[in-house]
């Protein structure tokens, strides 16, 4: 049974829509990267706020280090499973960064390999824009010189890390973001149980 699923995309594909309905539908507990790091710049533990707003990510060794943390505090109070977005954002940070153990590895030092899933919304790069762009929801990120920026890095670095991880015998299934919400979510329940 999968107590982990790691959902990835672009900007604008649907990421946090689909996790809250998958963290609904299994019964399971929400945990978002982007989210946090906001909460951490608001409560002033993060003082990166200008450069976040200039399109820069959270250093890579930096986020992962909260998001173990947080999740780790999360996994000992509820005792069920996770859906995780945001987060690995490359290799390095699913595995290891700088002699910090990485996130996909540190959660298969307490579960299987078959436990976790790894899913990848698939929209083309001009439905990312239009759709990020068609939001208005004052996000930093809905800006286009930073979504160009998060564009990129997730072309480069977050695409090519699900690749290292399917080689390395975890599952990673890729879902079309295109059709509707419903649509998306029912081709995703195909893979959850």
């Known amino acids: 049974m999968v107590k982990f699923v790691f959902i990835s995309g672009p900007p604008g594909s649907g990421k946090s829509t689909q996790a809250k309905l998958i963290s609904d539908y299994l019964g399971y507990g929400f945990f978002d990267t982007g989210d946090m790091v906001r909460r951490l710049i608001a409560d002033g533990t993060l003082k990166m706020g200008d450069r976040l707003a200039e399109g820069f990510l959270m250093p890579e060794k930096q986020t992962l280090i909260y998001a173990k943390r947080e999740l780790g505090e999360l996994l000992e109070k509820e005792n069920k499973g996770f859906v995780i ?68 890095v997730f072309k480069e670095t977050t695409l090519p890390s699900f690749e290292e991880l399917k080689k390395l015998g975890y599952r990673v299934i890729k879902i079309d973001g295109r059709p509707s919400i419903e649509t998306v979510f029912e081709n995703i329940k195909k893979h959850l149980e």
């Open 85 to 152: 977005s945001g987060i690995p954002r490359s290799h390095a940070q699913a595995i290891e960064i700088d002699g910090e153990e990485g996130i996909v590895k540190w959660l298969t030092g307490k579960f299987s390999k078959g436990e976790l899933l790894f899913i990848n919304l698939e929209i083309p790069e001009g439905e990312s824009i239009k759709r990020n762009l068609a939001r208005h929801q004052g996000r930093v990120d809905d800006r286009m010189d930073v979504l160009k920026t998060r564009l990129k």
